[in-house]
């Protein structure tokens, strides 16, 4: 029987509606894959497990993987190091992945079993989280990899120009996060942050401050919205900004900030992650973040902060800025709220062609289905290229 492992390395949850659904549609489906979902923390464990029970009758198995107990007592001290801790976490965790025949993850760091372990032989599968167009999304690791899945035409062209993508050995499928949304949130009516009826924004700053907004503008849009009266605004940074705030050099949100009526924060918890305050708001304002795209599954007013003040029109990594308004100032930022409305009549055919560039979808067939297949297709080739079986 095959073994795969569907590997969630990290402290939150926010990579596995990405992945996991893959994971149960091909146990599900091939009888012939033995599906693991490895997490590091009971938190992924835990959401990974409600997840699969969108999927009745899926037959995976749940590994908690091993996590020193010394890294466990420190572990909110060290955030900061967060890359370290995965590393760990594969380290000792060796003789599980010796064990399995194809890992497939949706980050990058999990290269390391092979560029510093040695697992050569181990077949190593990615899938992206996000579908954002920074920079530092598409590096050189993603060409060492044995198979890609993609979520649409976007990043496919994108990697193809960059030259990572090998043909036969990737898969565009789609964005499997969307039906892991919908599906838990079915029945359930959306939070209600707020006692009026004015216009929300959701304010989310990427965590990478060499090109976000957080550090240099970030307490002065705060200080923006505390002061008006006619929107209330959400403030939901990626999850990882203030889990490695040291490390970014991130200024903390002062208290007051918390107490406001018309202001709701949230530096972290399943909401910033799960789409709830992408749904329930009116306007997005960002910079880098890829969750721009999911707020898009409805075509909306965005706005975006240009506090590097970068020369982005020519630049694929900031291509969904095309998709709203840029603002380089606090003083037109203003200006770009009171016209946010007025103004979304001609950006929503762009964004509604942008949504389609990045998110593949045909009726008959879930993104999930469609990548466990390709999954399973390719490593059914890859057994039958080398004349052996997997492992028992």
């Given at each position: 029987?095959?073994?795969?492992?569907?590997?969630?390395?990290?402290?939150?949850?926010?990579?596995?509606?990405?992945?996991?659904?893959?994971?149960?549609?091909l146990s599900r489906n091939f009888p012939e894959f033995q599906c693991i979902v490895a997490c590091s923390s009971q938190q992924e464990l835990h959401y990974a497990q409600e997840i699969?029970?969108?999927?009745?009758?899926?037959?995976?198995?749940?590994?908690?993987?091993?996590?020193?107990?010394?890294?466990?007592?420190?572990?909110?001290?060290?955030?900061?190091?967060?890359?370290?801790?995965?590393?760990?976490?594969?380290?000792?965790?060796?003789?599980?992945?010796?064990?399995?025949?194809?890992?497939?993850?949706?980050?990058?760091?999990?290269?390391?079993?092979?560029?510093?372990?040695?697992?050569?032989?181990?077949?190593?599968?990615?899938?992206?989280?996000?579908?954002?167009?920074?920079?530092?999304?598409?590096?050189?690791?993603?060409?060492?990899?044995?198979?890609?899945?993609?979520?649409?035409?976007?990043?496919?062209?994108?990697?193809?120009?960059?030259?990572?993508?090998?043909?036969?050995?990737?898969?565009?499928?789609?964005?499997?996060?969307?039906?892991?949304?919908?599906?838990?949130?079915?029945?359930?009516?959306?939070?209600?942050?707020?006692?009026?009826?004015?216009?929300?924004?959701?304010?989310?700053?990427?965590?990478?401050?060499?090109?976000?907004?957080?550090?240099?503008?970030?307490?002065?849009?705060?200080?923006?919205?505390?002061?008006?009266?006619?929107?209330?605004?959400?403030?939901?940074?990626?999850?990882?900004?203030?889990?490695?705030?040291?490390?970014?050099?991130?200024?903390?949100?002062?208290?007051?900030?918390?107490?406001?009526?018309?202001?709701?924060?949230?530096?972290?918890?399943?909401?910033?992650?799960?789409?709830?305050?992408?749904?329930?708001?009116d306007i997005y304002l960002g910079d880098v973040s890829s969750q721009v795209y999911e707020f898009l599954i409805r075509p909306r007013p965005c706005i975006f902060l240009n506090a590097h003040k970068v020369k982005w029109q020519s630049d694929p990594a900031y291509m969904h800025w095309n998709l709203g308004q840029v603002v380089?100032?606090?003083?037109?930022?203003?200006?770009?709220?009171?016209?946010?409305?007025?103004?979304?009549?001609?950006?929503?055919?762009?964004?509604?062609?942008?949504?389609?560039?990045?998110?593949?979808?045909?009726?008959?067939?879930?993104?999930?289905?469609?990548?466990?297949?390709?999954?399973?297709?390719?490593?059914?080739?890859?057994?039958?290229?080398?004349?052996?079986?997997?492992?028992?």
């Amino acid at each position: 029987m095959f073994k795969v492992c569907f590997l969630f390395n990290h402290y939150f949850i926010h990579q596995i509606p990405h992945a996991a659904p893959y994971a149960f549609e091909l146990s599900r489906n091939f009888p012939e894959f033995q599906c693991i979902v490895a997490c590091s923390s009971q938190q992924e464990l835990h959401y990974a497990q409600e997840i699969g029970n969108l999927y009745p009758g899926h037959r995976c198995r749940f590994e908690l993987l091993q996590v020193p107990y010394y890294y466990r007592l420190i572990d909110p001290l060290l955030s900061r190091w967060a890359f370290y801790r995965k590393r760990l976490v594969l380290r000792h965790n060796l003789d599980f992945f010796r064990q399995i025949d194809a890992l497939v993850a949706p980050e990058r760091n999990c290269m390391q079993l092979k560029t510093r372990f040695n697992l050569n032989s181990l077949i190593m599968i990615h899938c992206r989280h996000g579908a954002g167009d920074r920079a530092g999304g598409f590096d050189k690791r993603l060409g060492m990899f044995d198979f890609i899945l993609l979520p649409g035409k976007k990043i496919e062209d994108r990697l193809n120009a960059l030259g990572w993508l090998k043909k036969g050995r990737y898969a565009v499928v789609g964005y499997p996060k969307f039906e892991v949304v919908m599906g838990l949130n079915k029945g359930k009516k959306p939070p209600r942050l707020f006692k009026n009826s004015n216009p929300t924004a959701v304010y989310n700053p990427h965590f990478d401050q060499k090109v976000a907004s957080w550090n240099l503008m970030g307490l002065r849009v705060l200080d923006f919205f505390k002061k008006q009266k006619g929107f209330n605004l959400i403030f939901a940074p990626h999850v990882v900004l203030f889990k490695r705030r040291f490390r970014h050099r991130a200024p903390k949100v002062p208290r007051s900030f918390f107490r406001l009526h018309n202001m709701h924060i949230d530096l972290g918890s399943v909401h910033s992650a799960d789409m709830t305050y992408t749904l329930n708001s009116d306007i997005y304002l960002g910079d880098v973040s890829s969750q721009v795209y999911e707020f898009l599954i409805r075509p909306r007013p965005c706005i975006f902060l240009n506090a590097h003040k970068v020369k982005w029109q020519s630049d694929p990594a900031y291509m969904h800025w095309n998709l709203g308004q840029v603002v380089d100032s606090i003083e037109t930022l203003k200006m770009a709220l009171d016209q946010a409305f007025e103004l979304q009549e001609a950006f929503r055919p762009v964004q509604e062609r942008a949504f389609s560039y990045t998110f593949y979808s045909e009726s008959g067939s879930t993104a999930a289905q469609r990548g466990a297949y390709a999954i399973a297709k390719f490593l059914m080739e890859t057994a039958s290229a080398k004349r052996r079986p997997l492992k028992e």
